[in-house]
């Protein structure tokens, strides 16, 4: 079903030109006034044949002379601040656009978010917003200038001869069809340009992103390949959107210069009859030749115009997108935490009838460490998902100290609870940047003390540049492990209270996972922590472990009597175990 509060993209647009007004008013008025002076030239056709050419009146040959200086005169001086005052107005349109686009971006669901190619989302902040910067500050005071020095020339041949001007508006009703039927297949051909135009922008983004495997299967020619099949299929997109724009500009130009030529034959019977003087046909003749090219000026324009709302409605159906749930109605609560947790009869599902957690029960004290282990896909990183709130339940309620966790601001909660996840990705910047990351001022001491816990501490002041070293966009500079230790850092420099941990060794060998392992040990002290387990001898020390499988616990206990107790953990030990000795064999 359609959202029934949604936005036109014009209605779209204007709603973000409400503050600049005066500006926007102030530019239609040198347009309005450019337009006027635009108009003029042709009339002056008549004066310069009867009176110059036909009466031999020197004097007016010399004030139409200057009068023709001061008209384009003023016309520059009035389309200077035409475009000055629309292009300020107009760039802080399309900036304001932009940063809304970016802030709705990030507070998009998670689903949303996932559902998406990153590369078309960053299309849409990229290329549409700067096709959109060309429709505010240029294409739309085109379009109006035209119209008006359109509307305006037909005044003037409707004021030189009303009767010529009839067969002239015989034909505008076939131009006007033309014009509405082109405006559709315009919107529809900018709609598929931007799409291959995002599609473009997607695939460079996913082969530059995985550059490594890409490296590793020797899949160049293969990304390579579907480049350039995106780039075609854009290409098809433009060659269609021009051929349109191509054959509706030449249609309605033979149109009317079809209507030219029976205008110069009545109007030439006309000064025959002396009903009209030669100076007012050649003036009307001028005006109807001069009407060609605003008329082809607003095709241009209509078809920009058109790719132009094409990527509006784009932007407008990511801005009406559903932001975080938890942000539509932010809890008040903003109190310190000790760390209790618990999850009431929880069922949780990314798509419909695809449960992913059943009727999840579980309470964790403050202060406990608590691991869950399981297969693939059976649920464990959902849970620690559900505590920060990146999704919602479907049903069940989740509580933080006795209050549900809906109630919580969701930001001084998220503060709260520090976060160190499998593949650690840091920003470009330095060690000190990633660690305080998201923090303001914060004391050197607090960076050197989260260090310190994080055990990384020796690494980073060995150094050259210490702490202000750069680490490089994803922090590719740095190791595995060296990646993982500034994670733990970053997550306990706020002091939180719940720590999770989804699987943050996963990735590493046995000699940086236990060298990591220190460090988290470190970080958990007096912290409620979540520890998400693949390999489970990272988990010996838990106070619980809880298996998961299927979507809900099936076993509960410390290592020791999970393992006397037989069932799906043993076997999980069982068979790391054998895995393990066999490594060591070979």
């Not at 501490?457 to 966009?473: A, K, Q, T």
């Not at 236990?514 to 040990?521: C, E, G, T, Y």
Request: aromatic residues 10%; glycine residues 6%.
């Amino acid at each position: 079903m359609k959202n029934q509060n949604k936005k036109s993209p014009v209605a779209f647009i204007l709603s973000y030109t409400k503050k600049y007004w005066l500006k926007i008013f102030l530019a239609l008025i040198f347009m309005l006034l450019s337009s006027v002076l635009n108009v003029l030239p042709p009339y002056m056709f008549k004066t310069v044949v009867d009176d110059v050419l036909i009466s031999k009146n020197f004097l007016m040959l010399n004030l139409i002379c200057v009068a023709l200086v001061l008209i384009f005169g003023l016309k520059a001086v009035t389309t200077y601040f035409q475009r000055y005052f629309m292009n300020e107005a107009g760039q802080s349109v399309v900036m304001d656009i932009r940063i809304d686009l970016y802030d709705h971006m990030q507070r998009m669901s998670l689903k949303k978010i996932y559902a998406s190619r990153i590369g078309e989302l960053m299309s849409r902040i990229t290329g549409d917003a700067a096709l959109l910067q060309n429709i505010v500050t240029g294409t739309f005071i085109d379009l109006m200038f035209n119209f008006v020095t359109f509307a305006g020339m037909f005044l003037f041949i409707l004021y030189i001869n009303w009767r010529l001007t009839c067969l002239i508006i015989l034909v505008l009703p076939f131009v006007a069809m033309l014009l509405s039927y082109a405006s559709k297949k315009l919107r529809k051909a900018g709609h598929s340009v931007q799409e291959h135009l995002a599609d473009i922008t997607a695939t460079a983004q996913e082969a530059f992103s995985a550059i490594r495997v890409v490296r590793s299967f020797a899949t160049e020619d293969e990304e390579l390949e579907r480049f350039k099949k995106a780039n075609h299929e854009n290409y098809q997109a433009l060659l269609q959107a021009v051929s349109v724009q191509g054959i509706f500009a030449g249609v309605i130009e033979v149109f009317l210069i079809f209507a030219l030529a029976i205008v110069f034959w009545f109007g030439a019977q006309n000064v025959i009859d002396k009903i009209l003087t030669p100076g007012e046909l050649i003036s009307f003749i001028g005006y109807i030749a001069f009407m060609v090219q605003p008329i082809r000026s607003i095709m241009n324009a209509m078809e920009t115009l058109q790719r132009g709302i094409a990527s509006a409605e784009r932007i407008s159906d990511i801005m009406d997108s559903p932001v975080e749930n938890s942000l539509a109605n932010a809890g008040t609560i903003s109190q310190k935490i000790s760390g209790n947790i618990r999850f009431e009869h929880v069922y949780f599902n990314y798509e419909d009838n695809q449960e992913v957690l059943k009727d999840i029960n579980l309470e964790i004290k403050a202060g406990e460490k608590i691991a869950i282990v399981g297969s693939t896909g059976s649920g464990k990183s959902t849970i620690a998902d559900l505590i920060p709130r990146f999704y919602e339940p479907v049903s069940g309620k989740i509580f933080i100290d006795g209050h549900n966790i809906q109630d919580f601001n969701l930001k001084e909660l998220r503060q709260q609870i520090g976060i160190v996840p499998q593949e650690c990705i840091l920003m470009k910047g330095s060690i000190a940047f990633n660690i305080a990351y998201g923090l303001h001022d914060v004391d050197k001491n607090k960076i050197i003390e989260a260090a310190e816990i994080a055990d990384i501490r020796e690494f980073i002041e060995s150094l050259p540049d210490g702490y202000n070293s750069e680490v490089g966009e994803r922090g590719v500079t740095l190791s595995g492990g060296q990646r993982q230790r500034i994670a733990i850092a970053r997550a306990v420099i706020r002091d939180p209270r719940i720590l999770i941990l989804d699987e943050a060794t996963s990735s590493l060998d046995t000699v940086v996972e236990h060298q990591v392992q220190k460090a988290i040990n470190q970080a958990m002290r007096g912290r409620t922590s979540l520890m998400i387990a693949h390999r489970l001898s990272t988990i010996r020390e838990a106070d619980r472990i809880l298996v998961l499988q299927d979507g809900n616990f099936v076993q509960s206990g410390t290592h020791e009597e999970l393992l006397k107790a037989g069932g799906l953990y043993a076997d999980l030990w069982k068979m790391q175990t054998n895995e393990k000795q066999a490594g060591i064999r070979e």
